[in-house]
Protein backbone atom coordinates (compact mmCIF):
# COMPACT_ATOMS: atom_id res chain seq x y z
CA UNK A 1 0.00 0.00 0.00
CA UNK A 2 1.39 3.45 -1.00
CA UNK A 3 -0.35 6.34 0.84
CA UNK A 4 -0.29 9.78 -0.89
CA UNK A 5 -1.05 13.26 0.28
CA UNK A 6 -0.67 16.55 -1.48
CA UNK A 7 -0.25 20.41 -0.60
CA UNK A 8 0.65 22.88 -2.11
CA UNK A 9 -3.20 24.22 -3.63
CA UNK A 10 -4.53 27.55 -3.06
CA UNK A 11 -6.31 30.85 -4.43
CA UNK A 12 -4.18 32.82 -7.42
CA UNK A 13 -4.39 35.16 -10.07
CA UNK A 14 -4.24 34.47 -13.82
CA UNK A 15 -0.85 34.88 -14.67
CA UNK A 16 0.64 33.58 -11.24
CA UNK A 17 2.07 30.21 -10.24
CA UNK A 18 2.03 27.24 -7.59
CA UNK A 19 3.45 24.22 -6.92
CA UNK A 20 1.90 21.55 -5.31
CA UNK A 21 3.34 18.47 -3.48
CA UNK A 22 2.60 14.91 -3.43
CA UNK A 23 4.24 13.04 -0.38
CA UNK A 24 4.40 9.33 -0.66
CA UNK A 25 4.39 6.92 2.53
CA UNK A 26 3.92 3.56 3.45
CA UNK A 27 5.26 0.85 0.78
CA UNK A 28 7.54 3.28 -0.90
CA UNK A 29 10.70 1.10 -1.24
CA UNK A 30 9.07 -0.35 -3.74
CA UNK A 31 9.46 1.24 -7.94
CA UNK A 32 6.46 3.46 -8.90
CA UNK A 33 5.69 5.70 -11.44
CA UNK A 34 3.50 9.04 -10.52
CA UNK A 35 0.97 11.00 -12.55
CA UNK A 36 -1.02 14.00 -11.97
CA UNK A 37 -4.46 14.73 -12.87
CA UNK A 38 -7.55 17.10 -11.72
CA UNK A 39 -10.92 17.47 -11.91
CA UNK A 40 -13.28 20.74 -12.47
CA UNK A 41 -16.54 20.93 -11.06
CA UNK A 42 -19.33 18.88 -13.79
CA UNK A 43 -16.43 17.34 -15.56
CA UNK A 44 -14.36 14.56 -16.10
CA UNK A 45 -10.82 14.08 -14.22
CA UNK A 46 -8.51 15.05 -17.05
CA UNK A 47 -4.72 13.74 -17.39
CA UNK A 48 -2.45 16.41 -16.72
CA UNK A 49 1.03 15.07 -15.99
CA UNK A 50 3.11 11.49 -15.62
CA UNK A 51 6.57 10.76 -14.75
CA UNK A 52 8.55 7.66 -14.72
CA UNK A 53 10.14 5.81 -11.54
CA UNK A 54 13.73 7.44 -13.12
CA UNK A 55 11.84 10.77 -14.28
CA UNK A 56 13.65 9.90 -17.74
CA UNK A 57 10.18 9.50 -18.99
CA UNK A 58 7.25 12.42 -18.83
CA UNK A 59 4.19 13.30 -20.35
CA UNK A 60 1.93 16.51 -20.20
CA UNK A 61 -1.71 16.57 -21.32
CA UNK A 62 -2.07 19.19 -24.35
CA UNK A 63 -3.56 21.85 -21.72
CA UNK A 64 -0.90 22.18 -19.47
CA UNK A 65 2.35 21.62 -22.22
CA UNK A 66 5.10 24.37 -21.84
CA UNK A 67 3.24 25.92 -18.56
CA UNK A 68 3.66 23.00 -16.22
CA UNK A 69 6.59 20.53 -15.13
CA UNK A 70 6.59 17.66 -13.36
CA UNK A 71 9.68 16.53 -11.22
CA UNK A 72 10.03 13.57 -8.75
CA UNK A 73 12.60 13.06 -5.19
CA UNK A 74 12.91 9.74 -4.63
CA UNK A 75 14.74 10.17 -1.95
CA UNK A 76 12.10 11.85 -0.13
CA UNK A 77 9.70 9.91 -1.83
CA UNK A 78 7.70 13.16 -3.10
CA UNK A 79 6.83 14.44 -6.42
CA UNK A 80 5.90 17.84 -7.61
CA UNK A 81 3.82 19.77 -10.25
CA UNK A 82 4.79 23.43 -10.90
CA UNK A 83 2.32 25.21 -12.56
CA UNK A 84 3.39 28.49 -14.13
CA UNK A 85 1.54 31.14 -16.10
CA UNK A 86 -2.23 29.89 -14.44
CA UNK A 87 -5.49 30.61 -16.45
CA UNK A 88 -9.03 30.40 -14.85
CA UNK A 89 -9.66 27.24 -16.94
CA UNK A 90 -6.82 25.39 -14.75
CA UNK A 91 -9.44 26.03 -11.46
CA UNK A 92 -9.94 21.85 -10.77
CA UNK A 93 -9.54 19.91 -7.61
CA UNK A 94 -5.30 18.39 -8.42
CA UNK A 95 -5.21 14.87 -7.81
CA UNK A 96 -1.62 12.83 -7.31
CA UNK A 97 -1.53 8.85 -8.46
CA UNK A 98 1.05 6.44 -8.13
CA UNK A 99 1.36 2.73 -9.88
CA UNK A 100 3.97 0.27 -8.89
CA UNK A 101 6.25 -0.49 -11.84
CA UNK A 102 8.85 1.73 -13.91
CA UNK A 103 6.80 2.92 -16.84
CA UNK A 104 4.12 6.52 -16.62
CA UNK A 105 1.02 6.40 -17.91
CA UNK A 106 -1.75 8.91 -19.74
CA UNK A 107 -4.25 6.96 -17.86
CA UNK A 108 -6.50 6.82 -14.71
CA UNK A 109 -6.88 3.39 -15.00
CA UNK A 110 -3.60 2.44 -14.90
CA UNK A 111 -2.83 4.04 -11.40
CA UNK A 112 -3.46 1.66 -8.00
CA UNK A 113 -3.39 4.47 -5.59
CA UNK A 114 -4.68 8.49 -5.11
CA UNK A 115 -4.52 11.43 -3.23
CA UNK A 116 -7.33 13.12 -1.54
CA UNK A 117 -6.57 16.07 -4.12
CA UNK A 118 -5.99 19.55 -3.27
CA UNK A 119 -7.80 22.16 -4.64
CA UNK A 120 -6.65 25.65 -7.10
CA UNK A 121 -8.34 28.10 -7.98
CA UNK A 122 -7.43 30.84 -10.26
CA UNK A 123 -9.08 34.12 -10.16
CA UNK A 124 -9.47 36.52 -13.93
Known amino acids: QVQLVESGGGLVQAGGSLRLSCAGS????????MGWFRQAPRKEREFVAA????????YYGDAVKGRFTTSRDNAKNMGYLQMNSLKPEDTAVYFC?????????????????WGQGTQVTVSS
Open 97 to 113: AARYGLSAYRSMINYDY
Open 26 to 33: GRTSTIYA
Open 51 to 58: ISWTGGVI
